[in-house]
């Protein structure tokens, strides 16, 4: 057996561990959210407006990503992890129990924030951390566990909540998180040598001041929010950007599963790419593919194939950069401080979403409805976004070996 798959033989804790967590964890709860807010609409006659008003609070990641990554880096993945396992599964009776509009706001505030606890920036340091040859291909596993539990999960969840109610639905999803955040829990390996946290919490200035002074850090920050601004808008209007071009019914449907079909794709191919080639050229590559999907879907009309390809490719790219990213910040800062990196750019992905849904909603009022400066616009912005990386210096492999040597 290849060094390289010896490592999922040996370490395979560990990628459990990630998948598992990242499955219960926050990610999870988008797609959750999606199949039980048209439920409680109907159910407790909250408008669209008011519910839509209530996801402006996820703005609050901003503020959360920082604090919970210095605090992987500090008290390790497992003690930062265990707060969002121990979280879930209250919050989510809490939500079986609500009446209130008003609960419902302080349960989402205290959600989005609490499970930051359950995301990228602390379950990716078990992989980075354990994981050398196949890091790539490791990182993209994990971070496929959640859309692939959403495609299993998501009508089960539905019928679940149509025949029982959204209060059991609830519920279910309570023991979800219970088995899903022990397994994790269970699973997940002891930290490494390499951990922060055995370094005292009193060196913050100085790994932040490592981090800040970093020409690598700054070009990483100004990509993320490049490449970042049409993701989220995407997610969601999606369908209204291709009805714009004359595709509608049927053939709609065929976009959404080639979006979802290539972020899986892009996930795999990029963390294999990423273990055998220069990750700034990989990174470069995938990012750029989805520059062209924007363009080729803000003036393509009517052919239902070429529209599928561009939403094909835009899907592709925002898939590999889940790896992508987790990939180049242990590359540049080593696993020590790889969370407090992670969670800072994690906060520019939040206002990089942001801005997204700024910029279309200016565009859309002063080009008269229509989605196609948006998207060559932000189509531009991904292109700069993903040349940028070009410009990140060439990592030695001190990083690697450190953390190797330290175990």
């Known amino acids: 057996m290849s060094q390289y798959l010896n490592e999922f033989r040996t370490q395979w804790r560990a990628i459990a561990s990630a998948t598992i967590g990242l499955t219960s964890g926050l990610m ?22 008011d519910l839509a008003a209530v996801q402006v609070m996820a703005i609050a990641t901003v503020f959360a990503f920082p604090f919970v990554g210095r605090l992987a880096d500090v008290f390790g993945a497992r003690r930062t992890a265990l707060v969002g396992i121990v979280s879930s599964p209250l919050l989510f009776l809490g939500f079986s129990m609500m009446n209130s509009i008003w609960t419902y706001v302080i349960l989402f505030g205290l959600q ?52 029982h109610g959204w209060r059991a639905g609830y519920l279910a999803l309570m023991v979800f998180t219970v088995v899903g955040g022990l397994a994790a829990l269970l699973l997940m390996p002891a930290e490494t040598k390499s951990a922060s946290r055995t370094r005292p919490p009193s060196r913050a200035r100085q790994d932040y001041a490592f981090i800040l002074k970093s020409p690598a850090f700054w070009l990483l920050v100004v990509s993320t929010l490049l490449c970042n601004l049409p993701q989220a808008v995407l997610l969601t209007q999606l369908n209204l950007m291709i009805a714009e071009q004359g595709v509608v019914g049927r053939a709609a449907s065929i976009m959404v599963s080639a979006y979802a079909g290539g972020m899986l794709v892009g996930r795999f191919i990029s963390g294999f790419a990423l ?35 561009a939403v094909l490719a835009i899907g592709f790219s925002f898939g590999a950069e889940a790896d992508i990213l987790a990939y180049l910040i242990v590359r540049q800062f080593g696993v020590r401080v790889f969370s407090s990196v992670h969670g800072m750019l994690a906060a520019s992905v939040a206002v990089s979403s942001a ?35 070009l410009l990140l210096p060439k990592p030695s492999d001190f990083v690697d070996e450190a953390d190797e040597t330290s175990r």
């Open 28 to 49: 999870m709860n988008s797609y959750a959210a999606a199949v039980m807010v048209p439920h409680l609409a109907t159910s407790l006659g909250w408008s669209k407006a």
């Open 355 to 389: 801005l997204g849904a700024g910029l279309l909603s200016l565009t859309l009022s002063t080009t008269g409805d229509s989605y196609q400066p948006f998207l060559l616009g932000t189509g531009l912005g991904v292109l700069a976004g993903a040349l940028l990386l």
């Open 275 to 309: 273990d055998r080639f220069p990750a700034r050229l990989v990174a470069t590559a995938g990012l750029c593919i989805s520059a062209l999907g924007l363009w080729a879907m803000g003036t393509i009309e009517g052919s239902v194939t070429g529209l599928a390809i």
């Open 112 to 163: 989005v924030v609490l499970l930051t606890t359950t995301t990228p920036p602390i379950y990716c340091r078990v992989i980075v951390e354990y994981f050398k040859q196949a890091r790539g291909l490791a990182l993209a596993i994990a971070a496929s566990g959640p859309p692939l539990a959403a495609v299993i999960g998501g009508p089960l969840l539905n019928n679940f909540v149509i025949a």
